[in-house]
């Protein structure tokens, strides 16, 4: 296991990374038990969200049309991902201790999690409608 000194120096180089925009985020498909399971892990410059590999593959059909049940599945799980990057970065770089946070338990982050996702799909959707509700110049 690392130190507490070594951890908090990899979150001052990983923030750093950010800032210079030299970490980004990946989008990774692999093999899950379930079509429900994604996660984020953390590479040396780089956040990876894994989302099921099963539901990509189930994306379009044969005649090359969107599964949209599919599609809509895979913006759930990864705007609920994104949401623990967002949310729980320190978590996900194992800081422990951090100042200014409070300690909340893992029910608390996925319903934190979810929330985001939720309000961030809300907006994308009124962002198409507003879109396709403008009047063209007759």
Same mark, same amino acid.
Request: charge should be negative; glycine fraction near 4%.
């Given at each position: 296991?690392?130190?507490?000194?070594?951890? +908090?120096?990899?979150?001052?180089?990983?923030?750093?990374?950010?800032?210079?925009?030299?970490?980004?985020?990946?989008?990774?498909?692999?093999? /899950?038990?379930?079509?429900?399971?994604?996660?984020?892990?953390?590479?040396?410059?780089?956040?990876?969200?894994?989302?099921?590999?099963?539901?990509?593959?189930? %994306?379009?059909?044969?005649?090359?049309?969107?599964?949209?049940?599919?599609? +809509?599945?895979?913006?759930?799980?990864?705007?609920?991902?994104?949401?623990?990057?967002?949310?729980? /970065?320190?978590?996900?770089?194992?800081?422990?201790? /951090?100042?200014?946070?409070?300690?909340? /338990?893992?029910?608390?982050?996925?319903?934190?999690?979810?929330?985001?996702?939720?309000?961030?799909?809300?907006?994308?959707?009124?962002?198409?409608?507003?879109?396709?509700? %403008?009047?063209?110049?007759?």
């Amino acid at each position: 296991a690392e130190n507490p000194y070594e951890l +908090q120096e990899e979150y001052k180089r990983l923030r750093a990374m950010l800032k210079e925009g030299r970490a980004h985020i990946d989008i990774d498909y692999i093999d /899950t038990a379930s079509e429900d399971e994604a996660r984020v892990i953390k590479t040396s410059n780089a956040f990876v969200i894994n989302l099921p590999k099963s539901l990509a593959e189930r %994306v379009t059909y044969e005649d090359g049309s969107f599964n949209k049940s599919a599609v +809509q599945k895979i913006r759930e799980l990864m705007a609920h991902e994104l949401g623990h990057l967002m949310l729980h /970065t320190d978590e996900l770089l194992k800081i422990e201790g /951090t100042q200014g946070s409070k300690e909340i /338990t893992e029910e608390e982050k996925e319903a934190e999690a979810q929330f985001f996702a939720e309000n961030i799909l809300k907006m994308r959707t009124q962002r198409n409608e507003d879109l396709h509700s %403008v009047e063209s110049p007759s």
